[in-house]
């Protein structure tokens, strides 16, 4: 990834701030590996959701999906812990079709 856009003024160093990638896997097994940051209240058009930002070497990415809320409430993740998330494709529920994960942590 390109290194973000630089700005000197006023005697001091500037960097860009960049926003965070959607990230859309669209194969099973596709993976992200990066610092967790943190959390982020969105809203789309079904209503505010909730995304997770991963600092990953080519960029922050946004992740999201019910599953993954589950995943990183249960397992209590906290800002700056190492996680892996893989996409494990789509799954029919009982009503709708949904995102499906695994999350690790490093220990």
Known sequence: MAKPKEL???GRRWEKVQGAR????????ET????FLGRSLRTGTTGAYETFLI??????LSLSGT???NLFDDG????GVQVRVVF???KQGTTNTY????VYVQR
Not at 22 to 29: D, E, H, I, K, S
Not at 55 to 60: A, H, I, L
Not at 99 to 102: L, S, W
């Open 8 to 10: 000197v003024a006023d």
């Open 22 to 29: 959607v990230w859309r896997p669209l194969g099973q097994g």
């Open 32 to 35: 992200v590996i990066g610092e």
């Open 55 to 60: 600092k990953t070497d080519e960029g922050t």
């Open 67 to 69: 599953v993954l809320k």
């Open 76 to 79: 209590a993740i906290q800002p």
């Open 88 to 90: 494990l494709g789509l």
């Open 99 to 102: 995102k499906d994960f695994d």
